[in-house]
């Protein structure tokens, strides 16, 4: 096939991964923490997730002006567009997780003399873990979403730029190659997230 032997294809799936990569990895080192600090603290969640809420309605394409004003083509609108559809619902997915877990885990934790951090770590996270895992992977199909989306409109490369180049030249063959690769790395993504829940902490917490 002419865009694999000219190497564009597989130049376009590391500008998508990379962004994907950068966009996805920088919303859950802050979603996740943020969440989790907002689901412990009854009185801050009450304030804050009406507004964290307003933002995760927001359509992530209703932010592609100011992707485009504020950081231009390239790069870093895509990964900021992939941070604000994939930040908010990782905040909430975490917040609502620790607000659910259940007192009685509390209950023994402080019997048996736990520590806040011995607290979090032992019986906190575990239990939140496969609602995190579950945020995790729909988000990453969220920002495989939006990354398509995003090319097309504020990229020179990727896999949503080839797709859109294809459309313009007529080149169904083309288009239709790039949608099988971005439905397989869709679904090899997801496979990936979801060995997470072989891990044994994840495990106690479905088993429970």
């Given at each position: 096939?002419?865009?694999?032997?000219?190497?564009?294809?597989?130049?376009?799936?590391?500008?998508?991964?990379?962004?994907?990569?950068?966009?996805?990895?920088?919303?859950?080192?802050?979603?996740?923490?943020?969440?989790?600090?907002?689901?412990?603290?009854?009185?801050?969640?009450?304030?804050?997730?009406?507004?964290?809420?307003?933002?995760?309605?927001?359509?992530?394409?209703?932010?592609?002006?100011?992707?485009?004003?504020?950081?231009?083509?390239?790069?870093?609108?895509?990964?900021?567009?992939?941070?604000?559809?994939?930040?908010?619902?990782?905040?909430?997915?975490?917040?609502?997780?620790?607000?659910?877990?259940?007192?009685?885990?509390?209950?023994?934790?402080?019997?048996?003399?736990?520590?806040?951090?011995?607290?979090?770590?032992?019986?906190?996270?575990?239990?939140?873990a496969p609602q995190l895992i579950t945020a995790l992977r729909i988000?990453?199909?969220?920002?495989?979403?939006?990354?398509?989306?995003?090319?097309?409109?504020?990229?020179?490369?990727?896999?949503?730029?080839?797709?859109?180049?294809?459309?313009?030249?007529?080149?169904?063959?083309?288009?239709?190659?790039?949608?099988?690769?971005?439905?397989?790395?869709?679904?090899?993504?997801?496979?990936?997230?979801?060995?997470?829940?072989?891990?044994?902490?994840?495990?106690?917490?479905?088993?429970?």
């Amino acid at each position: 096939m002419e865009e694999v032997t000219t190497g564009r294809l597989f130049t376009d799936l590391i500008a998508s991964l990379f962004r994907v990569i950068s966009g996805f990895t920088l919303a859950v080192a802050l979603g996740i923490p943020a969440g989790l600090w907002l689901g412990a603290r009854v009185r801050v969640r009450s304030a804050l997730l009406p507004i964290v809420n307003f933002f995760r309605s927001l359509s992530p394409l209703a932010w592609i002006p100011f992707a485009i004003l504020w950081f231009g083509i390239g790069d870093a609108p895509a990964v900021f567009l992939i941070f604000m559809t994939t930040f908010f619902p990782m905040v909430l997915t975490a917040a609502a997780a620790v607000a659910n877990v259940p007192s009685l885990y509390l209950k023994v934790g402080n019997d048996v003399g736990f520590s806040q951090r011995e607290m979090f770590w032992a019986l906190i996270l575990p239990a939140v873990a496969p609602q995190l895992i579950t945020a995790l992977r729909i988000t990453a199909g969220l920002a495989w979403v939006i990354v398509v989306a995003a090319e097309m409109i504020v990229g020179r490369d990727g896999l949503g730029f080839a797709i859109w180049d294809a459309r313009n030249g007529l080149r169904m063959d083309l288009l239709v190659s790039g949608m099988i690769v971005i439905g397989a790395i869709g679904t090899l993504l997801d496979v990936l997230l979801r060995q997470l829940a072989r891990h044994p902490g994840v495990r106690w917490a479905y088993d429970r």
